[in-house]
């Protein structure tokens, strides 16, 4: 079975703090992504990684950072949380090869982040 | 990509089928149907997903017409913990840059 874990299922942070939040997966695949949930507005793609040390902006990554050192871990990061990044936070990957599909997603539990 | 249309909720008993249809009328050739669910508070889940033929995993089955304007999702055999909301979605399979989004979805309940 697929299995991506995220570090934390609550997180309570106070404005202005340095947030990470760890992702990790463990069937070897090379595209990771970062989204955020939220009420009205749905699922929206902050960051994705096709390979170690690469990204890519999504539709809204103002605000936020990645980072891929290893294959199988991928960070978000909110340089200076703010109160409008109170959101579940949602951690996929998935495998691009030619037989399988890229929106074949496997997601972790989520994380949900309180910024106070 | 092609829009989808789903009821916003349905009812089905323990142990029937749940029949989830989904129209997608804009579909175009190279466009695969996509369903994944959502349990309350949890992450989506990957269901299954087609192009024409019809397909079937451990999870369920994927029905897609033949003028692929319209597709049903199967759950042979409902439990309670089938409860969520269901997602279909149309996209490219391969060579897609961009991520998931999903639409309000069918909100499955079942029934004990």
């Known amino acids: 079975d697929v299995k991506v874990t995220q570090s934390s299922r609550y997180l309570v942070k106070r404005t202005g703090e340095k947030v990470f939040l760890e992702c990790v997966q463990d069937?070897?695949?090379?595209?990771m992504f970062w989204y955020r949930q939220d009420p009205g507005l749905g699922l929206r793609l902050i960051y994705f990684s096709y390979d170690v040390k690469m990204k890519e902006k999504g539709d809204i990554p103002e605000g936020y950072s990645v980072s891929r050192e290893k294959k199988e871990r991928f960070s978000l990061i909110l340089e200076s949380a703010s109160t409008n990044q109170t959101s579940m936070y949602l951690c996929?990957?998935?495998?691009?090869?030619?037989?399988?599909?890229?929106?074949?997603?496997?997601f972790g539990p989520g994380t949900r982040l309180t910024v106070t | 990509d092609a829009k989808t249309t789903q009821p916003p909720s349905m009812d089905c008993a323990e142990g029937r089928a749940a029949n989830l249809p989904c129209n997608h009328s804009?579909?175009?050739?190279?466009?695969?149907v996509y369903w994944y669910r959502q349990i309350h508070s949890q992450g989506p889940q990957y269901i299954i997903h087609g192009l024409k033929n019809n397909e079937t995993n451990e999870m369920a089955s994927l029905i897609i017409t033949e003028d692929r304007k319209s597709s049903t999702l199967i759950l042979p055999h409902a439990t309670l913990r089938d409860t969520a909301v269901y997602y279909c979605?149309?996209?490219?399979?391969?060579?897609?840059?961009?991520?998931?989004?999903f639409g309000k979805g069918t909100h499955l309940i079942i029934q004990p």
């Open positions: 996929a990957s998935s495998s691009p090869g030619l037989t399988t599909s890229r929106y074949e997603q496997y």
């Open positions: 069937m070897d695949h090379e595209n």
């Open positions: 804009t579909i175009s050739g190279n466009e695969y």
């Open positions: 979605i149309v996209r490219v399979a391969y060579g897609g840059a961009d991520g998931l989004t």
